[in-house]
């Protein structure tokens, strides 16, 4: 069975640049959650969905971060303009309604901006 | 303030030597907590979780950990170190219980092996 894909790996751009990442869960999985890793540091919810709703996006920065996901299946993750701050690693991560705290990550997308 | 304390930010034993790494939360009441493990360039694996019942509970890769209300605390235990444990480890919590797995993550620790 496939894991949690995300891609890009890795992605490199100029400040005041958008970028986007893709998400595909788990096939089967309903909930799914990008997470922000700034280095030395646990990850931390952006969002987290429901099928198609967003059902948490209380700590996504919404002056230039959007998500979504379309028919309840991959995720779109975008940042338009980057700043230098956010050179991070954005995690993807999927579960089952109910299945209480397993989540299933993908590897990440490494994000630089010079 | 509602937090998640993981006090080591770098450990370093010796293959075949014991492990305990802490964790530590502050919570008005007892949440779900959980234990992940985050290999380089890798995801981060779910170790091991604790709801309720049994305050030791056991988990993969030979992992284990024991809840200790009193302390509130969820230390990560191994009898025996392999050099294929060298990782970053995460201590997290669900504070909302199984509200929609919006976990709460601590720093991390992370494991050195030397042989």
């Known amino acids: 069975e496939a894991g949690v894909v995300q891609s890009p790996r890795y992605k490199i751009i100029e400040k005041k640049q958008p970028v986007a990442f893709w998400c595909n869960p788990i096939s089967g999985h309903n909930t799914l959650y990008w997470y922000l890793q700034n280095l030395g540091q646990g990850p931390e919810l952006l969002i987290r969905?429901?099928?198609?709703?967003?059902?948490?996006d209380s700590q996504l920065p919404k002056d230039r971060f959007s998500a979504e996901r379309l028919k309840g299946v991959d995720s779109t993750l975008k940042i338009q303009p980057a700043e230098l701050g956010d050179s991070a690693v954005y995690l993807c991560?999927?579960?089952?309604?109910?299945?209480?705290?397993?989540?299933?990550f993908g590897e990440g997308s490494r994000l630089t901006v010079l | 303030a509602q937090s998640v304390t993981q006090p080591d930010i770098h450990i370093t034993v010796s293959e075949g030597a014991s492990l305990e790494l802490r964790c530590n939360y502050s919570y008005g009441a007892t949440p779900y907590l959980f234990w992940y493990v985050q290999s380089p360039g890798q995801g981060l694996q779910l170790l091991l979780k604790?709801?309720?019942?049994?305050?030791l509970v056991q988990g993969i890769k030979g992992f284990e950990a024991e809840f200790k209300r009193s302390q509130s605390s969820f230390n990560l235990r191994k009898p025996s170190v392999h050099w294929s444990d060298a990782a970053e480890y995460f201590c997290a919590v669900d504070p909302i219980y199984n509200q929609g797995g919006k976990l709460i993550f601590g720093q991390g620790t992370e494991l050195s092996v030397k042989p």
């Open positions: 969905y429901e099928n198609e709703e967003a059902v948490d």
């Open positions: 991560a999927s579960s089952f309604s109910g299945d209480t705290g397993e989540l299933f």
């Open positions: 604790y709801f309720s019942g049994d305050t």
